[in-house]
């Protein structure tokens, strides 16, 4: 089984790179990020065409998040519990859905972590305690059921070593890179869940527009899956789709694909 993970930046904008990818690809379910719309406003049509079934979580043209797969999708959740709010507001930072994979029911979430935007900015803060409230959740779901098949891929907007930025001193009093944040992504490890992507592809998933980053290769990895301790003792292989970031209309970030027993 092939699962993938893709901040698309604007899922209309990107609808037929997203679609190409899908059937380029052959991945089975995709988490979306950052898909900039509601759920009416989500080019639908070119997904079913294309033989994939939506879930779509999106308020208005920030953020959001939707999940496309082959398989049909039961149980889609558009927040996890314990998730806080920003301004009053549940942001459409997760979803999930279930799907019947082979090796029993499998839960897939499509997650946009706040970016923090500046260590003395509120926004920061309420990263922090995002990331604490779903590594709660989670460590909970592993505690009712140890053997359950959990994946939570998306854009962690943490870079969590120095090596997942092309310069560390550049981002230094930056965010991505403050020991909080990385305490914060690490203690998923802490609850039992692994990264599986790092252990077998290298290389950075985000690279600005600005200032020819993409071409010097001045990008950040900051997209990641963790899994649960069953699935992640199912995988096969993992790779960064490079190439995605090429060409007219490419987003920022690139597919991070993970491939399953």
Same mark, same amino acid.
């Given at each position: 089984m092939?699962?993938?993970t893709?901040?698309?930046? /604007?899922a209309?904008?990107?609808?037929?790179?997203? #679609?190409?990818?899908l059937?380029?690809s052959?991945?089975?379910?995709?988490?979306?990020?950052e898909?900039?719309c509601? &759920?009416?406003?989500?080019?639908?049509?070119?997904?079913?065409?294309?033989?994939y079934?939506?879930?779509?979580?999106?308020?208005?043209?920030?953020?959001?998040?939707a999940i496309?797969s082959?398989?049909?999708?039961?149980?889609v959740?558009?927040?996890? &519990?314990s998730?806080p709010?920003?301004?009053d =507001?549940v942001?459409? !930072?997760?979803?999930?859905? =279930?799907?019947e994979?082979?090796? +029993?029911?499998?839960?897939?979430?499509?997650?946009? #972590?706040?970016n923090?935007r500046?260590? /003395?900015?509120?926004?920061?803060?309420?990263k922090?305690?995002w990331?604490?409230?779903?590594?709660?959740d989670? /460590?909970?779901?592993?505690?009712?059921d &140890?053997?359950?098949?959990?994946?939570?891929?998306?854009?962690?907007?943490?870079?969590?070593?120095?090596?997942?930025?092309?310069d560390?001193?550049?981002?230094? +009093?930056?965010?991505?890179?403050?020991?909080?944040?990385?305490?914060a992504?690490s203690?998923?490890e802490?609850a039992?869940y !692994?990264?599986?992507?790092r252990?077998?592809?290298?290389?950075y =998933?985000?690279?600005?527009y600005?200032?020819?980053r993409?071409?010097?290769?001045?990008?950040?990895r900051?997209?990641?899956m963790?899994?649960?301790?069953a699935?992640a003792?199912r995988?096969v292989s993992?790779e960064?789709? !490079?190439?995605e970031?090429k060409g007219?209309?490419?987003?920022d970030?690139?597919?991070v694909?993970?491939?399953?027993?």
């Amino acid at each position: 089984m092939r699962i993938a993970t893709w901040n698309v930046n /604007s899922a209309r904008t990107r609808v037929d790179r997203i #679609i190409a990818f899908l059937q380029r690809s052959n991945v089975d379910m995709l988490a979306m990020q950052e898909i900039k719309c509601r &759920p009416d406003q989500f080019p639908i049509d070119a997904f079913t065409e294309a033989g994939y079934e939506v879930a779509i979580h999106g308020l208005n043209q920030w953020n959001g998040v939707a999940i496309a797969s082959k398989l049909p999708l039961l149980d889609v959740r558009d927040q996890f &519990p314990s998730q806080p709010t920003w301004q009053d =507001t549940v942001e459409a !930072r997760a979803l999930a859905a =279930t799907v019947e994979s082979p090796a +029993g029911p499998l839960t897939y979430w499509s997650l946009y #972590i706040p970016n923090g935007r500046e260590i /003395s900015h509120p926004h920061y803060q309420y990263k922090l305690e995002w990331l604490a409230a779903l590594q709660a959740d989670a /460590s909970g779901w592993l505690r009712e059921d &140890p053997d359950a098949l959990i994946a939570m891929g998306g854009d962690w907007n943490v870079a969590p070593r120095d090596e997942d930025v092309w310069d560390i001193d550049f981002f230094a +009093g930056a965010t991505h890179v403050t020991p909080a944040e990385r305490e914060a992504f690490s203690a998923f490890e802490d609850a039992g869940y !692994r990264e599986v992507t790092r252990p077998q592809v290298e290389g950075y =998933t985000y690279w600005d527009y600005q200032q020819l980053r993409f071409p010097k290769n001045e990008g950040m990895r900051i997209d990641f899956m963790y899994a649960s301790p069953a699935l992640a003792d199912r995988v096969v292989s993992a790779e960064i789709d !490079r190439n995605e970031r090429k060409g007219k209309g490419a987003s920022d970030h690139v597919p991070v694909i993970v491939d399953w027993e």
